[in-house]
């Protein structure tokens, strides 16, 4: 593999297209797999840095690079993974059954964290790459085998190894490559599989996509999904999470994570009851809204946002709510507005108005450019953006937004770091 390794790192930046136009120049390289290997290093450049770095790694399927985890997400699976199985035992030692090991990212990063991984893919290519991998990369201690798991032969597979959990990533497309969405029609299906590998397991974490309904899927799963995450990374959500625990039966919690770097900001745990108990204040100070006088706006992050605990995001961090039904939060406090950071963007309220032409006229002729959003009012974002006539930059942010107290209004704001927080 060192001279495909060195075509890789020679080439890294070249046009694909034409190496496989050329591959008569190069006999001795597979170009094919070469043009694999660079499209997927370039997708996990700044994903996965950790592989980016080590050109001897291979890749026979670009579209693996894409669909993998992130090392942000990976690793908070590992580090839930850990959680799981040893909260009644912090010493103790314990094994995971990766059933979908795809690219191996994730079966890579428990292996930093459990004593043995057992990395099962059934297509050959990938599981070939992954022994490959696993061996440059010295993870030793991971076992791979290629096997189609479905509820006939799960046992087959796993009672030789026994995990102590089992995790699955189902493809969320069917053979003819269309999307589908519910949790059944994924493979492999976990709903026909779930008795069989509980009695395997006492747990099972399952990868979803971010737009799976959390009531929906754990409704399916039933009373043993014990917790949902939902875990979001640079602006966006990434993947939700489901723990399933043969020994419990109730309700389940949700928790909303954040990622940033390396550091998981959970601002609370609660249950759809919880929320549903709580009540949320709703911001009024007189007849307007205060403006470039310290206020600051709340916009939730990703995660929180489909979480969806918009009362108790109020209660328990001491913020109001601009409406009912616009989930934007206000606050005085500067230090609350700090600490809001690692949830959600917080904004500088520099100046607010009645939400009709007068003020988008003057607005519009204040702020040549800046981000705009609309929310809960009669347009949507792409037109009140065409009425301001502004254009994409600088750091402030127009917020057309409606408030159950003061109508439909219009914000003009600044984006504040925490860093910029604390600095005063």
Known sequence: MKSLAEFVSLHLEDDTTRLILNKDKWPETDVEMAVNCIESRRKLRGKVQEWYDIPELVFPN???AEQCSSSATAGYKARLAERIVTMEDNEARWKIADLTGGLGVDSWFFSQK???????EMQSQLCKAAEYNFGVLSANNITVVGNRIDSDNIHEVLDGFGPDIIYLDPARRSSSGKKVFLIEECTPDVLTMKEQMFEISRHILIKLSPMADI???????GNRCREVHIVSAGGECKELLVWMDREWEGTYSIIPIEIDNSTYNIPFTFTQQEEKESRAAIYQNGKDIPAGNGLFLFEPGKSLMKASPFNMISSFFGVSKLGRSTHY???????KASGLCRFGKVYLILETDRLDKKSIRKVSEKYRKAEVTARNIQIDTETLRKKLCVTSGDDAHIFGLHSDVYGNLLLCTQRMLEKDLQAH
């Open 215 to 221: 009531t929906m899927v754990c409704g399916r799963l």
């Open 114 to 120: 459990a004593d043995a991984v057992l990395y099962n």
């Open 329 to 335: 939060y206000i606050t005085e406090d500067r230090v």
């Open 62 to 64: 670009r579209i693996s």
